[in-house]
């Protein structure tokens, strides 16, 4: 439940660049008492003239909350978890924004903290960055990965239920270290081989008349290259070798497309595209089945693999809530 | 001039496709004299249903026209040209909107060709495909390369003002060969990369939470993946050893990208990221300047190569016209 009874869910939001701003302002805009902080200042005035409370320290942002989000740069995150832990009560529930998860949820793992931290990773953005690019509607209809873990299931429902509510995301639940796996196809190898197009554009002797003739095949497969460099190289690094090993299936397709056009083999040519045709058919639209699926209170196990198993399927979640004794999600699952 | 002396303009398409038939769609609009005419029964009707004109036999279509526009399959470009040329007038003019140039260029110099046919692209697509899908407004604003030969530039000129003034596009003039190794860099090599990575995604274990999880990345560094195969394997296969040189260009530069991600070169990543970023930088607007440059009847050398110079700099025609024994352009040039 997003409001304890009679008073306000307290939030904060620390590290409000793009991400952790455009949380932030939604929180602000739903009507929750919502605190942000972020180290630069000027970030802080930006946000105290939209009207939204900023704190001068990250401690007075968090204390007394409910929940926090922690945003701002990959390699911050595991210092800053730390510092918000010990800031908090321990019936605080933390979750974080950052593009890579197994790293984090390894390090919440050791602290300590997997009763109270969900990682979490909310799949959206622009090729614009900090407070200025956020956008309070950014997470509407848009996935957003939490990494259930088995005694942490309480806040992992409870956040379920916020960020449907509050933000209209689809929750799809998943495993930390699955979670790199896919989003290194998904997210990471694409910002690769957008950087290696506009790269080599760049350096080409032809790259004025290149320019001028580049219509939507080329904008399209280079606009996240416009991605400010620094945080395009942390995404990539926190993810180092799930990001080499998706490259390494993308370049053996390519290396076939390449075969296929070199031996000028029409008929695997055609074949090769037609495969890779067949993927954008499916994300054009495919269509769901729902599913209500409850569990007891300790039967953790069962309820995390089943969770895994939803995020899985290319699966997501629209909401939970308490029954009897336990819980009750509502899922949606690609037909089959 | 697009008006003949108290006539209208009577114009043939031949091939009515996407792009033959947004050519057609255009013509007809404007309120020219226009004919279309394509091998498919189905596509007639089609377009007949939409009031436009069309013949029932390709010779019956282009007898008695002042320009013909050829589209159509690539592979078909060579015949149906010839077949064209057969059928028209020697003051007919003839262009293509192939997607390749330098072949079907040799082939019209081989057949003496060159004084009314003029090798043409223009740089607009969906990655949908056929007359359903044409719209009379796809050029608008666009690049449309134009190839002109030291003996066709009356019949080039005659081309930039029909094209500039109906088509409201951007004639880039540039030698075939050229033309073939931008648009290797510019529109080729990003439709097998595009293949690529949506042929690894479907091939994937982890597809299915891939395509729950492809946010804005994948699905525009997808998107042309999506077009229909035969049109991408042909469109590859006429230009193979252009688009293989330029593929080796953006595998280098995505090897360097890799070996600082291998190597965890926080630097020589960002630094390559922010390379890339440039050419994005340069697409999203660059300031032009105007230059009107006019040539005698009988300086064809240094016309041609300065219409070629304006293509490589990245920069277009917006019109010509005839003055005192010879010609003016209005160009426009990315300033330096």
Known sequence: MVLRAGTRLRAAVVGTGLIGGSVLLRLHAVGLDVTGWDPDEQTRGQARLAGVPMAERLTEAVAGRDVVFLGGPLPTLPATLVEVAAATAEDCLITDVGSTKAELAAFAADRGLTNRFVPGHPMAGTDRAGLAAALPDLFSGAAWVLCPAPDGLAAFRRLVTLITDVFAARVVPMAADRHDAVVA??????????????????????????LTLAAGSFRDGTRVAGTPPHRTGNMLRGNRDQVLAALDQVTAFLDELAGALRSDDADALTARCAEAGAARAELAGRPYDQQVRSFPADAEPAEVAWLHGVGAAGGHLSGCGAVAGGVSYLAHLPRV
């Open 185 to 210: 196809l998904a997210s990471h190898v694409p910002h690769v081989l957008a950087g290696a197009l506009a790269g080599a554009a760049h350096r080409s002797p032809l790259r004025d008349a290149v």
